[in-house]
């Protein structure tokens, strides 16, 4: 099912009330994701185009069974959210907000440690895996089934590539922003283990820029434990030194965090590095044919290989998806073993 | 946001921090006034947001009230990298024995800010780090601040005396206090010293503030000093945009800052210079358009701007809306080339083209093209 999300995900949607909030929560329903239940403190009982409203994560999950939540309040509000989202043991949480205080994302990331709770951002457009499931506020339209794997720092540079390897003919398996700033949840060498471990992921996109050594850690990590191919692209080549390039966590600092480091470093790692985004999908197409598997792979929109892979579901259950970003409710067909395996595996 | 040294120290000492007497002066006059107070021989530090000072010779000991007024005066009014000084902090000399260093960050990697010490002081460590890394002790802070147990071992770290150790290990506590207490990023005492008389002074002090966090710290908001920013950059900030500014010839008005980031690597790629990065953010205001065009127009080096937007929560509608506001309100003599894709172009195509403008769609594309009409206007 891809990863981390597919069609056994049932969304919750903090700050649904709000503008944001509000208007993702119809884009990703849309989409065919199916968005359970929204939490506003006080204003429970309403509902926003048919989804109900909570005041609290615990009584979304205790009524509606959601297990992933995406956040979509202020910046001001947002260290608590996560907070209640991970206290109501949500397995998955994202959080679009952008501009939350350092200190703030210290403490959050002390407080998961050893918990079960996946964090997704904040700062970051979120995730999706196309033709079965949306989160966050990527548009739908540009991203088509297939077996690339896409990991960003990045927001609408990620949507660039996506289309771009959609007009390649090149569909993706999941694609997923891990947010623009010094600390995020979930970092590119956690994506990478997950993408390799896939088994509907043929190759992996990861769209780095300056700042930090998250970029030299997942050359590092590809190295030793990645045997897919790998393309990565690093933002920010021309950006001057001590200088915050938009995100929080774009900035060069003391020499350290050059687009020039990382990319040396990928190179070493055996990595091809793209030197403009356009240049991506001819290194994946070339990365697939060194293995062998370009075939299986680039097949516009239809992921072939995945009806033959896994075997563990009757045929029935799979679609071919449909495309996204049109208006009206795709309904599933044969939807009742999974949706059996889903209780299970949600409750705790 | 950068702080000053004084208002850096200002954090300092009300934390409880040792810091030298001193004081702000705007002339030589006022100066000599302070010196006269505090006592000879003193200290003129120019006081500009960039690092550097001394090298440039932006810091200088006086003996007496002649030498300090040439000083002074010398020194308000120069320009350190690009940055002119508009005043100069006066302290006592102090006479010193050793320099240390001390310094807090974000440890981006372990998720906590970090205490560096390092008994190298009074040089950048950035250059300690590189050529003598075992002369830095990292400790990393956690819930808990910086314990008491921990800060003694970076002061016996820093200095083998117990009566130095015993003065250094509470300031590094409260330097700890300082820096989550105002959600710095990097609260520094470079260098810290001990006196020929062994007492322990911060003489220097950097303390940039989280740029995020300063909407609970209007106190520390106020601080700001607009002087000291490029124009561009303050008028950006006000209108909602991520601005920097940039050597090159083409403008770009761009939507996230990755997309911004790659834009200006493509325009370098493909044989143009770019002007700056600019993000106009997420949102859907054709207000922040016209604030970016009003930027861009306004610096005389940028001879053709590219937009270029892909829309998810930004729709192109808006921004072709703003665009146009924007030429309605001014006068735009340089070509504006356009790329297009994503949420509502159809629409941003119609409201374009019935103005008689076009939109390309792909970036490289647009990006050729700009550099081409800037080639052209020059």
Not at chain 1, 235 to 262: C, D, F, L, Y
Not at chain 1, 308 to 314: A, E, L, R, V
Request: hydrophobic share 40%; with cysteine; proline share 6%.
């Amino acid at each position: 099912m891809s990863i981390l999300v597919g069609r056994d995900s049932r969304i919750l949607v903090q700050g649904i009330t709000g503008r944001d909030g509000s208007f993702h929560a119809r884009q990703m329903k849309e989409y065919g994701t199916r968005v359970v239940a929204g939490v506003t403190p006080g204003k429970a009982g309403e509902n926003i185009d048919g989804i109900p409203v909570f005041d609290s994560v615990e009584e979304a999950v205790a009524r509606t069974r959601a297990n992933v939540s995406v956040i979509y309040v202020p910046a001001g509000l947002a260290q608590d959210a996560v907070y209640e989202a991970v206290d109501a043991e949500i397995p998955l949480v994202v959080c679009i907000t952008e501009g939350l205080p350092a200190r703030d994302m210290v403490e959050v990331a002390a407080y998961l440690h050893g918990r079960s709770t996946r964090l997704i951002g904040p700062n970051c457009p979120g995730l999706i895996s196309p033709g079965q499931c949306k989160v966050g506020i990527m548009p739908g339209f540009i991203h088509t089934p297939g077996r690339i794997g896409l990991v960003s720092r990045s927001g609408t540079l990620t949507y660039e590539v996506v289309w771009q390897l959609t007009r390649a003919g090149m569909g993706q398996s999941t694609c997923i922003g891990i947010g623009g700033d010094p600390i995020v949840g979930t970092r590119f060498v956690d994506t990478l283990a997950l993408f390799e471990a896939d088994d509907k992921t043929d190759a992996i996109v990861l769209i780095g820029e300056i700042g930090g050594s998250d970029e030299e850690d997942a050359a590092a990590l590809i190295e030793r434990h990645v045997s897919k191919p790998v393309v990565a692209f690093i933002a920010g080549q021309t950006a001057p030194p001590g200088k915050r390039m938009g995100h929080a966590g774009a900035i060069v600092s003391g020499g350290a965090g050059t687009a020039q480091e990382k990319m040396a470093r990928f190179e070493r790692a055996g990595v091809p590095v793209a030197r403009i985004p356009s240049e991506i999908p001819g290194l994946v197409a070339a990365g697939l044919a060194r293995r062998g598997r370009g075939r299986l792979s680039v097949v516009h929109g239809v992921p072939r290989k995945a009806a033959k892979s896994g075997g563990k579901k009757p045929k029935a259950t799979r679609r071919k998806a449909k495309p996204a970003g049109r208006k009206g409710k795709p309904r599933r067909a044969a939807p009742k073993p999974r949706a059996a395996k889903k209780t299970r595996r949600s409750r705790p | 946001m950068n702080l000053h040294e004084y208002q850096g120290k200002d954090l300092l000492r009300a934390a409880g921090i040792p810091v030298p007497p001193g004081e702000v002066a705007l002339s030589a006059a006022e100066a000599i006034e302070i010196a006269g107070r505090l006592g000879y021989p003193a200290v003129v530090k120019a006081q500009v947001l960039i690092g550097g000072r001394g090298k440039a010779g932006g810091v200088k000991v006086v003996r007496d009230a002649e030498e300090l007024a040439r000083e002074a005066g010398r020194i308000l009014g120069m320009e350190i990298r690009g940055h002119k000084v508009h005043r100069v902090l006066v302290t006592p000399s102090a006479e010193i024995e050793r320099e240390y260093y001390a310094g807090i960050v974000l440890d981006r990697k372990v998720e906590t800010p970090v205490l560096m010490v390092s008994p190298a002081g009074g040089i950048d460590i950035e250059e300690v780090a590189r050529s003598t890394p075992e002369k830095i002790l990292n400790v990393h802070l956690d819930g808990r601040g910086l314990p008491g147990y921990r800060a003694r071992a970076a002061a016996r770290f820093l200095d083998s005396r117990w009566e130095i150790q015993r003065a250094l290990a509470p300031l590094l506590v409260r330097l700890a206090t300082v820096y989550r207490g105002n959600d710095a990023s990097l609260a520094e005492i470079n260098p810290l010293v001990v006196t020929t008389a062994h007492e322990v002074w911060a003489l220097d002090a950097k303390v940039v503030i989280d740029d995020n966090a300063l909407d609970r710290h209007p106190d520390l908001a106020a601080l700001r000093d607009l002087t000291a920013e490029d124009p561009g950059e303050i008028e950006a900030r006000d209108g909602g945009l991520s601005y920097v500014r940039l050597d090159g010839t083409i403008g770009c008005v761009v939507n996230g800052a990755g997309l911004a980031m790659a834009t200006m690597d493509l325009i370098q790629f493909y044989g143009g210079k770019p002007a700056n990065f600019l993000d106009i953010g997420g949102s859907s205001n054709p207000d922040k358009v016209t604030a970016a065009m009003k930027i861009l127009t306004r610096d005389a080096r940028v001879r053709a701007v590219l937009f270029n937007i892909f829309g998810g929560i930004t729709r192109c509608d808006d921004v072709a809306r703003g665009l146009l506001a924007a030429l309605d309100r001014m006068k735009v003599k340089i070509p504006i080339v356009i790329r297009l894709t994503g949420t509502n172009e159809r629409e941003a195509r119609d409201l374009l083209g019935a103005r008689g403008m076009t939109a390309l769609s792909d970036m490289d594309e647009a990006v050729r093209a700009v550099i081409a009409r800037a080639a052209e206007a020059a």
